[in-house]
T-cell receptor
Framework: RKEVEQDPGPFNVPEGATVAFNCTYSNSASQSFFWYRQDCRKEPKLLMS???SGNEDGRFTAQLNRASQYISLLIRDSKLSDSATYLCSSNSGGSNYKLTFGKGTLLTVNP | EAQVTQNPRYLITVTGKKLTVTCSQN?????MSWYRQDPGLGLRQIYY???????DKGDVPEGYKVSRKEKRNFPLILESPSPNQTSLYFCASSSWNQPQHFGDGTRLSIL
C-alpha cells in the first residue's frame, strides 16, 4: 500500500458545485497533513494545513480522521479559478521525518 | 521576500554530461528536499536533508547525489545524466512539521 493515496480523478464539476477529495495515509505516526494546489507546470502551493481534526478557510474545509487514517478536502461554491491539481501530503513524524505526497487529483470547474 | 530559488529553470543537455541544479532558501529552514514530477507518477522524492550534513535517500535516489554543507543550500547533482532523468524537478524547504515551500521548478531534458 502506498503511503499516501488520493482519488485519481479527474473531477469535472459545474461552477457553484461542492466537490470533495479524499486522501488516505498508511503511516499511523504521521503528525501533520497538508493540501497543496498545483497549476499546470507550476510549483505546488500550500492551500491548507491540518494538524488536528480539521481546518476551514473560506470555501475550503479540510478534515482529518485519525481512526480511519484519511484526510479530506471540501470545496464549496467552486469557481473556474479552482481548476487545478490538488495534492495531499503527510509527514512521517518522529526522528525519521519524511514528507510524502499523493499523486494528485485533477479538478476542472466548468462554466 | 521568503523564497526557494532553483537554477537553472530550464536545461537541455546530453547524456553523460555532469550537471548540477542549485537550490537555495532564505528562511533558515532545517528541512530541504528534492522531488521529480512525471506525468501519472506525481511528486516523487529523490533525496532529503534534515539539517546540515544530514541527508537521506527518498523514493527514487538512483542516479542522483546531494550535499548539505550549508543550511541554505541543497544542490542536486547528476553525475552522468541519462534520458530517463528528463523530468520536472522541484526543490522545497520547511521547518519541522511545517508545510513545504517550493521553488519554481527546473525543467530538465537529457538527450
Amino acid at each position: 500500500r502506498k503511503e499516501v493515496e488520493q482519488d485519481p480523478g479527474p473531477f469535472n464539476v459545474p461552477e457553484g458545485a461542492t466537490v470533495a477529495f479524499n486522501c488516505t495515509y498508511s503511516n499511523s505516526a504521521s503528525q501533520s497533513f497538508f493540501w497543496y494546489r498545483q497549476d499546470c507546470r507550476k510549483e505546488p502551493k500550500l492551500l491548507m494545513s491540518v494538524y488536528s481534526s480539521g481546518n476551514e478557510d473560506g470555501r475550503f474545509t479540510a478534515q482529518l480522521n485519525r481512526a480511519s487514517q484519511y484526510i479530506s478536502l471540501l470545496i464549496r461554491d467552486s469557481k473556474l479559478s479552482d481548476s487545478a491539481t490538488y495534492l495531499c501530503s503527510s509527514n512521517s513524524g518522529g526522528s525519521n521525518y519524511k514528507l510524502t505526497f499523493g499523486k494528485g487529483t485533477l479538478l476542472t470547474v466548468n462554466p | 521576500e521568503a523564497q526557494v530559488t532553483q537554477n537553472p529553470r530550464y536545461l537541455i543537455t546530453v547524456t553523460g554530461k555532469k550537471l548540477t541544479v542549485t537550490c537555495s532558501q532564505n528562511m533558515n529552514h532545517e528541512y530541504m528536499s528534492w522531488y521529480r514530477q512525471d506525468p501519472g507518477l506525481g511528486l516523487r522524492q529523490i533525496y532529503y536533508s534534515m539539517n546540515v550534513e544530514v541527508t537521506d535517500k527518498g523514493d527514487v535516489p538512483e542516479g542522483y547525489k546531494v550535499s548539505r554543507k550549508e543550511k541554505r543550500n541543497f544542490p542536486l547533482i547528476l553525475e552522468s545524466p541519462s534520458p530517463n532523468q528528463t523530468s520536472l524537478y522541484f526543490c522545497a524547504s520547511s521547518s519541522w512539521n511545517q508545510p513545504q515551500h517550493f521553488g519554481d521548478g527546473t525543467r530538465l531534458s537529457i538527450l
